[in-house]
């Protein structure tokens, strides 16, 4: 059974910066597709950014494009996303979520994904 559990969250104001890590447990198999979505009351979840782990392969959302990075140092350590240069409206709760095999050419849709985080709380104050 694979788990993914999130931490890292907090609060800061804007122009500040966070590190969030996702730790997975239960892989079988390599190539994975991991993920960071977010989700804000009142709002739909968005997918922000993704990896394919081993090739590094990432994507972003324009939203967060320049400003979060993705990242893996090897296919058993967690999968960080570092968020600088935050803004209010990068407020919400922030999971993670992973699928076996490579990430599709679009990988921040929600379906793609068979396994989900708790998520962590992320507030930017102005």
């Known amino acids: 059974q694979v788990q993914l559990v999130e931490s890292g969250g907090g609060s800061v104001q804007a122009g500040g910066s966070l590190s969030l890590s996702c730790a997975a447990s239960?892989?079988?198999?390599?190539?994975?597709?991991v993920g960071w979505f977010r989700q804000a009351p009142g709002k739909e979840r968005e997918g922000v950014a993704a990896?394919?782990?081993?090739?590094?392969?990432?994507y972003y959302a324009d939203s967060v494009k320049g400003r979060f990075t993705i990242s893996q140092d090897n296919a058993k350590n967690p999968v960080y996303l570092q968020m600088n240069s935050l803004k209010p409206e990068d407020t919400a709760m922030y999971s993670c979520?992973?699928?076996?095999?490579?990430?599709?050419?679009?990988?921040?849709?929600?379906?793609?994904?068979?396994?989900w985080g708790q998520g962590t709380q992320v507030t930017v104050s102005s």
């Open positions: 990896i394919t782990t081993g090739s590094g392969n990432t």
């Open positions: 239960g892989y079988t198999l390599s190539p994975r597709c």
């Open positions: 979520a992973a699928h076996y095999g490579l990430c599709s050419l679009r990988p921040l849709g929600t379906r793609e994904y068979n396994y």
